[in-house]
């Protein structure tokens, strides 16, 4: 008997998306390759470099290179080149309709030697982003690639919306956050990793305008999962408990490694239980 299908989605989060390069070891450690991917958001930035073909332990160390570590100081920061490409991925563009410029995803794609187009992946994947004027969900499966990472990783108020086939995109963590349900046609297997984390740590004082929007967002992102959850639950639903860190906590990737571990024990098991239950079908 062939090996079921798996479809794995991964969703938004901000810097806690970066919990999903353990989940992913986790597959690699099994031998276990995922037929599809999806991802919204920093979730989709994930999945490209994962559809491309490269190891999760080589996505772990590269994005361990570039970025900020508790304890660097400014020089270790601007000495390394890795981090300096981070810098120029996250450009300041104060002016119309975002904070910071994503133009140079390319560069940043190219320097991973992720290919530039969704044919070219070595896992058929599917980003999602939303529609700005329409509201609708907007799924890309084609075309230029670095275009569309920026789209799917477009929070509104911080990047720039994204023009694309004459339509205005943002953020898919808006509408979708954790897309599973893509290739429902193509898997029998469909694996959800909702990195949205918990509530923040209560400090009985006012929150900052920053912090008002993006937990106003997380907020936001639990209601569609959780709504989506209850009318067609996934076959695993993995959700590693990341409390306290914030969207653009990037410095915290250790505090995020860690919390993910746990998580990783759960999918292991999980895959387990699925893989062997499908088997005797």
Not at 22 to 31: K, R
Not at 50 to 58: E, H, N, T
């Amino acid at each position: 008997m062939s090996a079921p299908r798996i479809a794995l989605a991964l969703g938004g989060g901000g810097a806690r998306g970066l919990a999903h390069i353990p989940l992913l070891e986790a597959f690699d450690e099994l031998g276990v390759r995922p037929h599809r991917l999806a991802g919204s958001s920093m979730g989709g930035l994930v999945a490209v470099a994962y559809a491309a073909g490269m190891p999760a332990r080589d996505i772990h160390e590269r994005f361990g290179r570039m970025l900020v570590q508790k304890g660097d100081s400014w020089r270790d920061i601007f000495g390394r080149n890795d981090l300096r490409k981070w810098f120029d991925i996250v450009e300041l563009n104060i002016g119309r309709g975002g904070l910071i410029r994503g133009d140079s995803l390319r560069e940043f794609l190219a320097a991973g030697h992720i290919e530039a187009d969704f044919a070219d992946l070595a896992i058929p994947l599917k980003l999602v982003a939303a529609d700005y004027w329409t509201w609708e969900e907007v799924v890309i499966d084609r075309g230029e690639l670095p275009l569309a990472v920026q789209a799917t990783m477009a929070v509104p108020g911080v990047f720039l919306p994204v023009e694309r086939n004459g339509r205005v995109l943002i953020d898919g963590s808006t509408v979708d956050p954790v897309p599973y349900d893509l290739w429902n046609d193509d898997a029998d297997v469909r694996i959800a990793i909702d990195v949205a984390g918990g509530r923040p740590t209560r400090k009985h004082k006012q929150p900052t305008i920053f912090q008002s929007v993006f937990n106003t967002v997380q907020i936001m992102q639990r209601a569609i999962i959780n709504a989506k959850v209850a009318d067609d639950p996934p076959d695993i639903l993995i959700r590693p408990d990341i409390g306290g860190v914030r969207m653009f906590a990037f410095h915290k990737i250790d505090e995020v490694y860690a919390a993910a571990e746990t998580a990783k024990d759960e999918l292991k098991r999980e895959l387990a239980r699925v893989l062997e239950g499908k088997a005797a079908e």
